[in-house]
């Protein structure tokens, strides 16, 4: 989704949230600080393990595992949101690709994350005006990354539209031309979640309802 499309939209979550753009801009180029040339993955390598591909998505609903009992992952590009990104690597399978803004459920599920990485995994790296401290912390154990951003994006660090980790692994794989997207352990209409989860839920079934999959 480009920008012009995102905006309004953005806009809007922040005003749901009470989150404020300057925030979001801030950690935006303190992780753009933190690129190098040999920690930089490019746009086209994350293209080639999605473009025309058939690509599951793993959300972190209690559901996951049983969802993944179902499928045959050799079929599918993996793309994992933030604390699926543990699970799969609980159940031996290293995710093709993690969305993370690095707050997972707990430090061990972001050792996991480090661990994909090291494993191959490309990490895109989001950052909000929420998790500066996150950034600091962990981007340097991260061998190669992704930096994206949720509000306007500048040289290497981009927005390919969406909010939380789930849906912003759904634009992603969108965006960058899978064939088909399959959702894995997302459940919209879950009861067990804090009231802000709750609402970031909200938006993920708005922001995925965009797209017609
Ligand atoms: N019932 C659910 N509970 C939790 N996550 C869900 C659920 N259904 C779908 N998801 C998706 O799984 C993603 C990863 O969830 P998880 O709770 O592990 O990470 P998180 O880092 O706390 O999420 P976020 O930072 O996006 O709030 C979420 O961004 C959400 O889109
Ligand atoms: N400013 C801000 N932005 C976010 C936040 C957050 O807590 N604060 N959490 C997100 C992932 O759920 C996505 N974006
Ligand atoms: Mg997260």
């Known amino acids: 989704m480009d920008f012009a499309t995102w905006e309004p939209i953005y806009e809007r979550i922040l005003e749901d949230f009470g989150f404020d753009r300057v925030g979001d801009e801030k950690a935006a180029i303190f992780l753009s600080g933190m690129l190098t040339q040999e920690n930089t993955?490019?746009?086209?390598?994350?293209?080639?393990i999605i473009s025309g591909k058939y690509v599951l998505v793993c959300g972190n609903a209690p559901g996951l595992r049983s969802d993944l009992s179902e499928i045959n992952l050799s079929d599918f590009t993996v793309i994992a949101a933030d604390g699926a990104a543990a699970v799969l690597m609980d159940m031996d399978i290293v995710p093709e690709v993690i969305c993370t803004d690095l707050d997972g459920n707990s430090e061990a599920d972001i050792e996991k994350e480090i661990l994909a990485c090291q494993k191959g995994s490309i990490v895109l790296i989001h950052a909000h005006g929420d998790n500066i401290d996150k950034l600091e912390k962990y981007v340097p154990r991260f061998r190669r990354f992704i930096a994206t951003t949720q509000a306007r994006p500048f040289d290497k660090v981009y927005n390919f539209g969406?909010?939380?980790?789930?849906?912003r692994c759904f634009f992603v794989a969108t965006e960058l031309g899978a064939k088909k997207v399959k959702l894995a352990g997302f459940d919209f209409e879950d009861k067990d979640v804090?009231?802000?989860?709750?609402?970031?839920?909200?938006?993920?079934?708005?922001?995925?309802?965009?797209?017609?999959?």
């Open 41 to 48: 993955v490019s746009l086209s390598e994350l293209k080639a």
């Open 162 to 167: 969406g909010f939380s980790d789930g849906d």
């Open 194 to 213: 804090n009231p802000i989860k709750k609402k970031k839920l909200k938006w993920a079934k708005k922001l995925i309802g965009i797209y017609d999959f």
